[in-house]
Each structure stands twice: as C-alpha cells, then as structure tokens.
C-alpha cells in the first residue's frame, strides 16, 4: 500500500521558516514525480513545488519561487521543502503527493495519483 506521510508543519510569526518532510513507502520510488500542494480554508487546492525522483529536475508556483526549496534523499525516499521568508499567505494545509512519470511546471492535482494526510502550517503577521 502506498504511503505519504508528512510532518514538519507549525505556527511561526512573518518571515521566518519551516522545513516539511514526506516519508513515503508501499512503492517504487524511482522514476516518479513527487509534489508539494497546499489548501487554506475556502479555497482550491494549490501547487507549490515537485521534483524527479529519477533525476534533480524541480519546478516551483511563482509566488514561492525564491523563498521554498525541494530536495529529496533517494535512500530514504523522502522529499522535503524548506520554507524561507515565510508569509500570512503561506497559511495551508500542506500535502505531499505522487505522480506516476515526469513532473510539470503545471500543477494540476489531477494528475497525482496518491496523497499523503497532509501537515498544518500557520504563519502570523
């Protein structure tokens, strides 16, 4: 059975910075895409980031590019995103989720086959 699991989430005040980890099993880690969405209160879920298990290959939304970072540990497949400069707006649910084959700097969660639980981040001005 596959299993994405997140934890890394927290309350922290404007400007400072979280790292979230998925830890994922029951599955065939290479050659998969790997992605981070995220959902606040009323409204559509969101893509952030992805990256390429098979490769390094990453892809970033616009409004975070410069401040999140997608990393992955092979061995231990896991994916992580270092939030920086953390914002009111950042406030979501955070989700990681796979897709089967390449990412896409396009992020439509259609195209994810599987989703972990998903980890809270709370940022206060």
């Known amino acids: 059975q596959v299993q994405l699991v997140e934890s890394g989430g927290g309350s922290v005040q404007a400007g400072g910075a979280l790292r979230l980890s998925c830890a994922t099993s029951?599955?065939?880690?290479?050659?998969?895409?790997m992605g981070w969405f995220r959902q606040a209160p009323g409204k559509e879920r969101e893509g952030v980031a992805a990256?390429?298990?098979?490769?390094?290959?990453?892809y970033y939304a616009d409004s975070v590019k410069g401040r999140f970072t997608i990393s992955q540990d092979n061995a231990k497949t896991t994916v992580y995103l270092q939030m920086n400069s953390l914002k009111p707006e950042d406030t979501a649910l955070y989700y990681c989720?796979?897709?089967?084959?390449?990412?896409?700097?396009?992020?439509?969660?259609?195209?994810?086959?599987?989703w972990g639980q998903g980890t809270q981040v709370t940022v206060s001005s």
């Open positions: 029951g599955y065939l880690y290479s050659n998969k895409c």
């Open positions: 989720a796979l897709r089967h084959g390449y990412c896409s700097d396009e992020f439509n969660s259609y195209n994810y086959n599987y």
């Open positions: 990256i390429y298990t098979g490769g390094s290959s990453t």
